[in-house]
């Protein structure tokens, strides 16, 4: 309950600076599309360069005692934007270096986080405990936009990034709160190295048939993602003239239909088949996401939180279940090689995204740039279509796996 409640603080902040940080590059520094993909891409690097040696680094220490570190750190870096603006500082080379400063803390804590709920939450109730906490970020992404467009109005954009900077207080607050202690690590092997164990990590999830496919899913719809995410801004205020303290509202309609997702993802797992909803849910329920890229201004700007919308309640469903699958078949001692793993394939697609989206966004124009995004994001399903998991209704317990 504590990190339950820490994180819905936490998500809430970032939900706000997820808006708030393009907004300070188009609207206070003019920025081109090309800029504002290297700074979606800049937030996501980090996955790329450095999750596997965080990885290993995790595996090592104290969990909890990371997060708290990173917390602290974030606090910082976040805040020193708005600090930066008061005094008419502020370039893009300092949100360049805040996104991949900010980016390098999230990779050891979101590395921590997911290895650290198994140590709080028994096999039979992650799935539940995964989908509380997904449906925590969906209504963050629902409440975050919304508060930071009205932010954004009454302090700016480089204001409302503050908000994002005490949430990361509430955190830490939870995190200090928290009396349950970790399983210590096991003890170090004379022979073993940094190198090594970063191999251990990489070799379990390529060897892993189930896994490795979850994993190429993963990251082809983050690739893709990665192009959405450069361009939603560009597309609401150049291609359908949102105001920008209106786009808050429109980007947290999205967030509803991963409210729903992660509320109903155990009963439509065990409804469905909770092998079964891994790949139903990227290639069924996410098909109608595409018609987001069809609004048109005026009412038409109603099928964007409509199709992101789809999008995120297919993708909160399909990484409730996946993150549970993968939570349950790896040994402790793993946890955070095998996380990192996967975070460095399936994230670090996400800045070559960005800047593909800001590229072909430049080149071809930012609406069918989307709409390929849109495309490419469904199509990421039949990899785990095309796995052992076809043939299954529910994965296998634990030790067959």
């Not at 009454?154 to 503050?162: C, E, R």
């Not at 994002?164 to 202690?181: F, K, N």
């Not at 994001?377 to 796996?401: M, N, T």
Request: net charge positive; glycine share 12%.
């Amino acid at each position: 309950m504590l990190l339950w409640s820490g994180q819905t603080a936490s998500e809430m902040g970032s939900a706000i600076t997820q808006l708030a940080l393009p907004l300070v590059a188009v609207v206070a520094l003019n920025a081109s599309t090309l800029e504002v993909g290297l700074l979606t891409a800049a937030t996501t690097a980090a996955f790329a360069l450095i999750a596997l040696p965080a990885g290993a680094l995790v595996d090592r220490g104290s969990k909890r005692s990371i997060m708290i570190v990173c917390d602290v750190l974030r606090l910082l870096i976040i805040g020193s934007v708005p600090v930066a603006a008061a005094f008419g500082t502020l370039t893009m080379a300092q949100l360049y270096l805040v996104a991949a400063a900010a980016g390098v803390c999230t990779v050891f804590f979101d590395v921590s986080y997911q290895s650290y709920v198994p140590s709080l939450v028994s096999a039979e109730y992650r799935m539940e405990a995964n989908g509380k906490l997904g449906t925590t970020q969906a209504f963050a992404q629902l409440g975050g936009p919304g508060v930071g467009g009205g932010l954004v109005a009454v302090l700016g954009a480089a204001g409302a990034l503050a908000a994002d900077a005490i949430s990361y207080a509430v955190s830490v607050a939870s995190l200090l709160g928290i009396r349950t202690r970790e399983e210590p690590p096991p003890a170090r092997r004379p022979e073993e190295t940094l190198r090594s164990r970063i191999a251990e990590g990489l070799r379990f999830v390529v060897g892993h048939k189930v896994l490795r496919k979850v994993v190429a899913c993963t990251g082809t719809a983050n690739l893709f993602g990665g192009m959405s995410t450069a361009l939603e801004v560009i597309f609401l205020v150049r291609e359908l003239h949102v105001p920008p303290a209106l786009i808050g509202l429109i980007t947290a309609g999205t967030a509803v239909g991963g409210i729903v997702g992660g509320a109903l993802a155990g009963r439509l797992a065990r409804r469905i088949g909770s092998a079964r909803i891994i790949w139903m849910s990227m290639l069924v329920f996410s098909a109608p996401q595409v018609v987001a890229a069809a609004a048109w201004r005026g009412w038409g700007v109603l099928l964007v939180p409509l199709g992101w919308g789809v999008a995120y309640f297919a993708g909160m469903v399909y990484n409730v279940a996946q993150l549970s699958y993968r939570q349950s078949v790896t040994p402790p001692e793993l946890m955070g090689r095998m996380n990192a793993a996967v975070r460095w394939v399936v994230w670090g697609t996400l800045p070559l995204g960005g800047i593909l989206g800001g590229v072909l966004g430049t080149q071809i124009g930012v609406r069918p740039t989307l709409a390929l995004a849109l495309v490419g994001s469904w199509a990421a399903g039949w990899f785990v279509f095309f796995s052992p998991l076809r043939r299954l209704r529910d994965v296998p317990a634990p030790a067959a796996g």
